[in-house]
C-alpha cells in the first residue's frame, strides 16, 4: 500500500533527488569562496559550475544544457546544505533589480 509522505519524507526523498554532480559543483564554489565561515556566489556562477560538472550523457547544446538546470531543479539544494550546517540564504533578482541573483552560505 502506498502512503502520502510526511513532511520530513518529502524533503529526504528531494534531497536523494539531488545529482551528485550539482553536490561536487556547489562543494567547490563553496571551497572556493569560503572565507571567516561564510561565502556567498552567483546564482550563474552556480549553474556554470553544474554545468561544468554535469556528465556528457546529458548530451544537449549549451542552451538546453542550462535549460535542463532550470527544469529539473537542480538549483534546488539549499535545505540540503542546511542539513549540514549552513544557514543559506538565497537573493532572489526582482523585476527591475540591477543586482543579480546570489546565494549566501553562513556557517550554523
Same mark, same amino acid.
Request: without cysteine.
Given at each position: 500500500m502506498v502512503k502520502?509522505? !510526511?513532511?520530513?519524507e518529502a524533503l529526504a526523498q528531494k534531497h536523494a533527488n539531488i545529482p551528485d554532480f550539482v553536490i561536487k559543483a556547489i562543494n567547490g564554489l563553496l571551497a572556493k569562496k #569560503? $572565507? !571567516?565561515?561564510?561565502? !556567498?556566489?552567483? $546564482? &550563474? *556562477?552556480?549553474? &556554470?559550475? #553544474? @554545468?561544468?560538472?554535469?556528465?556528457? *550523457?546529458? &548530451?544537449q547544446n549549451d542552451h538546453q544544457r542550462r535549460?535542463?538546470?532550470f %527544469?529539473? %531543479? @537542480?538549483? &534546488?539544494f539549499e535545505a540540503l546544505y542546511r542539513d549540514h550546517g549552513w544557514n543559506v540564504t538565497f537573493n532572489k533578482k526582482c523585476i527591475g533589480d540591477t543586482d543579480p541573483s %546570489?546565494?549566501?552560505f553562513r556557517r550554523k
Open positions: 502520502p509522505f !510526511s513532511p520530513e #569560503i $572565507q !571567516s565561515g561564510q561565502a !556567498s556566489f552567483l $546564482q &550563474d *556562477e552556480a549553474v &556554470d559550475a #553544474i @554545468l561544468a560538472e554535469m556528465p556528457k *550523457e546529458v &548530451d535549460q535542463y538546470v %527544469n529539473n %531543479n @537542480l538549483l &534546488d %546570489n546565494y549566501q
